[in-house]
C-alpha cells in the first residue's frame, strides 16, 4: 500500500487538546471549522510499523501499552502531533520529514505519550466547561451592567462603558488563567516524557533539539507558523528546564541505532516521493546521491511521473541490496498494478505480503491485483485473503471495495451490495451506505450474519464527524 491511494478521510471528529487550547486561545469560529473539517489520514504499512517500534516501549514505560493506542499520520506538510481521545497518537507527515532521527520524532510522541498518561484531555475539558460557565457569568453580569447603563438613557454613559469593562475584564482572566493553565500541562507532559524515555533508555535529546529549534523559530516567525508551535507555548524558562532535566539522563548522548536511522531515513524519502513535488524531491534527494533512501526516493518519483520500465529497473536495483525487504516489493505490485499490469504485480505481491507477515493493508493490494486480473479462477482466493485484511484493518475502505468487485463477478450481489455499503460507510458517504444496505437486506435471508450486519448499518449513526445525511 502506498502513501497516495490509501489517503482516505478519517471519520473521526478530532476533540483534540490542541482544539481546547484553540478554544481558549483562538475565536471559537475558527476552532469549530477545524474540528469539522476531519483531517485526512496517510495509510502506508512501512511508516506506520515504523512510528508503531517508536512509541510501543515509551507506551509501555507510561503503562499504556494495554490501552491498544493508535498512530494516525495525518496528510499534512507541517510540524504537528497531538492526542485527541486517549485512543491515539496523531503525527502530520511534516513532523517525520523535520525530524532528522528517530530519537527526534521519539521525543515528541514521548511528550504526547505524557499528556495521554496525565488525563490532560479530561483534565482540559474540565477547566474549559469551568471556563465556559465563568465566562457566562461574565456576560451576564457584563449584561446586566449594560442593561442598566442604556437605561440611564445615555449608551455612552459610563455605567454602560462599565458593562463592556466587565465583559472584557474576567474573558482575559479566564484566557490567562487557561493559558496558564496549558504551560503547567506542557511542563507536565515534557517531564513525563523524559521520565518514559530515560526508563526505556532513550536520550530526550530529541525531543530538546525539537522544542529548542521551536523557540528559536518562535522569534522570528510570524502568525501561521508549525501547528505545533501554536498549540504548544515554548517560553524560553520551559526549554531551559526541559534541557537541565533531560541532560541530568546517563543517556544524553546516546545515539540512534545505525539499522533504525536508515529504515528513518526510508520512511522519509518515502514520504517526500509521494507527498513532495518532484523537484522538491530531487532537491532533497539528487541524483548524484546514491544512498538507500535517496535510491528508494528517486525510484517512487520515476514510477508516480509515469516511466514505468525505468521504475521497475530501479526498483530491482534495490531489491537486490535489500532482498528481504517487504515494500521493495510492494512498491513492484504497485507500480504495476497501477501501471496497468496487475498480472505481473501477483507475484511481487504476495512476496510482499509473505516478508510483511500478512500485512493488511499490502494484503489489500494483493486482493486488488487478483481481482483486477479479471481470471474467476482466483476470485476465491482473493475474497478469503480480503476478508482476513478488513477483519485486522476495519477502518480502510479499499479492502471493502475490492470485496464488492470480487463478489460481484462471483454473481453473489447480495455480498457485493454489504460490501459497497461498508466501504460507503468508512468514506463517511452515509446515504450510500445506508442505500446499498437496504438494498443488500432484501438480498440476504432475514437474521442471517450478511442480512444483521446490512441491517446495522441502515440503523447506525453517523460516526463523530460525518454529516448526517
Ligand atoms: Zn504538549
Known amino acids: ?34 474540528q469539522e473539517r476531519g ?7 512501512e511508516a506506520e510499523q515504523l512510528l508503531r517500534e517508536y512509541t510501543r516501549p515509551v507506551l509501555r514505560a507510561a503503562g499504556l501499552e494495554k490501552q491498544n493506542i493508535q498512530i494516525v499520520i495525518i496528510n499534512d506538510g507541517s510540524f504537528n502531533a497531538f492526542v485527541a481521545d486517549g485512543r491515539r497518537i496523531f503525527v502530520n507527515y511534516g513532523a517525520m520529514m523535520q525530524s532528522e532521527t528517530p530519537n527526534q520524532i521519539i521525543g515528541v510522541l514521548a511528550h504526547e505519550t505524557g499528556h495521554l498518561a496525565g488525563g490532560h484531555l479530561a483534565k ?24 442598566a447603563g442604556s437605561r440611564g438613557g445615555n449608551s455612552n454613559s459610563g455605567l454602560a462603558n462599565a458593562g463592556a469593562a466587565a465583559v472584557a475584564g474576567p474573558q482575559e482572566m479566564i484566557r490567562r488563567t487557561l493559558i496558564s493553565y496549558v504551560r503547567q500541562q506542557e511542563e507536565n507532559a515534557d517531564r513525563a516524557g523524559v521520565k518514559f524515555l530515560t526508563a526505556t533508555g532513550q536520550s530526550a535529546k530529541g525531543m530538546y533539539d525539537t522544542f529548542k529549534r521551536f523557540t528559536n523559530e518562535s522569534l522570528f516567525a510570524a502568525r501561521g507558523a508549525d501547528p505545533y508551535l501554536q498549540s504548544h507555548p515554548m517560553p524560553a524558562e520551559r ?13 544524553w548522548d546516546k545515539k540512534d541505532d545505525p539499522a533504525l536511522q536508515l529504515r528513518h ?33 528517486h525510484a517512487i518519483t520515476t514510477y508516480l511521473h509515469g516511466d514505468l520500465r ?4 530501479q526498483i530491482d536495483g534495490l531489491i537486490q541490496l535489500q532482498p528481504n525487504n517487504p515494500y521493495f516489493y510492494e512498491l513492484r505490485g504497485q507500480a504495476l498494478l497501477e501501471g496497468g499490469k496487475p498480472a505481473e504485480a501477483i507475484v511481487p505481491l504476495r512476496k510482499a505480503v509473505a516478508l510483511s507477515n ?24 482473493a475474497i478469503a485473503i480480503l476478508r482476513s485484511a478488513v477483519v485486522r484493518e476495519p477502518e480502510a475502505p479499499l479492502g471493502y471495495m475490492q470485496l464488492a468487485m470480487a463478489y460481484g463477478r462471483k454473481g453473489d450481489y447480495a455480498q457485493a ?44 449513526k453517523p460516526l463523530p464527524g460525518q454529516s448526517s445525511n
Open 124 to 147: 482540559m475539558r474540565e477547566q474549559l466547561a469551568q471556563a465556559q460557565t465563568q465566562m457566562i457569568i461574565a456576560m451576564l453580569l457584563g449584561a446586566g451592567a449594560m442593561i
Open 239 to 251: 526549554v531551559a528546564a526541559l534541557e537541565e532535566l533531560a541532560r541530568s539522563s546517563p543517556y
Open 39 to 45: 483531517p485526512p489520514t496517510l495509510r502506508d504499512t
Open 310 to 313: 525505468s521504475a521497475l529497473a
Open 417 to 460: 451490495d454489504l460490501a459497497s455499503a461498508q466501504a460507503a460507510f468508512l468514506r463517511g458517504d452515509n446515504k450510500t451506505a445506508r442505500e446499498l444496505a437496504s438494498r443488500a437486506k432484501t438480498r440476504f435471508a432475514i437474521g442471517t450474519p450478511g442480512w444483521v450486519k446490512a441491517d446495522d448499518i441502515v440503523a447506525a
Open 265 to 297: 531515513d526510508m520512511v522519509r524519502a518515502k514520504i517526500s516521493a509521494f507527498m513532495e513535488r518532484q523537484d522538491t524531491v530531487y532537491r532533497r534527494y539528487p541524483m548524484s546521491n546514491d544512498s538507500l533512501p535517496s535510491r528508494y526516493a
Open 1 to 34: 500500500m502506498s502513501l497516495r491511494p490509501a489517503l482516505c478521510q478519517t471519520t473521526s471528529k478530532l476533540t483534540a487538546l490542541t482544539t481546547a487550547v484553540a478554544l481558549a486561545i483562538a475565536p471559537l469560529s475558527a476552532a469549530r471549522a477545524q
Open 358 to 381: 500478512n500485512a493488511p493493508l499490502i494484503e489489500m493490494l494483493l486482493g486488488q491485483a487478483l481481482v483486477a486480473t479479471d481470471n474467476k479462477a482466483v476470485t476465491d482466493e
